[in-house]
Nanobody, 118 residues
């Protein structure tokens, strides 16, 4: 069973940026689609982006264009989410998931907290 571990979260000022990482142990992510999600306090989980095993990308939601950039490093067995122009409304727990394809998720990480505050 794969284990996904997110990292890179923290406290950042408005307007700042972060790069989150989703790494896997026990399994190679090459053959999987990886998605990034977030859940703000008191709200449901939102899908942000998915990168397929062939590298094709899907972005979700009515977000500011270019705010989220998903990428994967096959050598490091890691998928990244670059977040730009952070706002307090972006405060949430950000999680990644793996699956056979986008929209079908089998395994989830524990998440990493992102807090945007002056």
């Amino acid at each position: 069973q794969s284990q996904l571990v997110e990292s890179g979260g923290g406290l950042v000022q408005p307007g700042g940026s972060l790069r989150l990482a989703c790494a896997a142990s026990r399994v190679t992510l090459d053959g999987y689609s990886i998605g990034w999600f977030r859940q703000a306090p008191g709200k449901g989980r939102e899908g942000l982006a998915c990168i397929r095993s062939d590298g094709k990308i899907e972005y979700y939601g009515p977000y500011e264009k270019g705010q989220f950039t998903i990428s994967r490093d096959y050598a490091k067995n890691t998928v990244y989410l670059q977040i730009a122009s952070l706002k307090p409304g972006d405060t949430a727990v950000y999680s990644c998931a793996s699956g056979s394809r986008c929209q079908i998720w089998d395994h989830w990480g524990q998440g990493t907290q992102v807090t945007v505050s002056p």
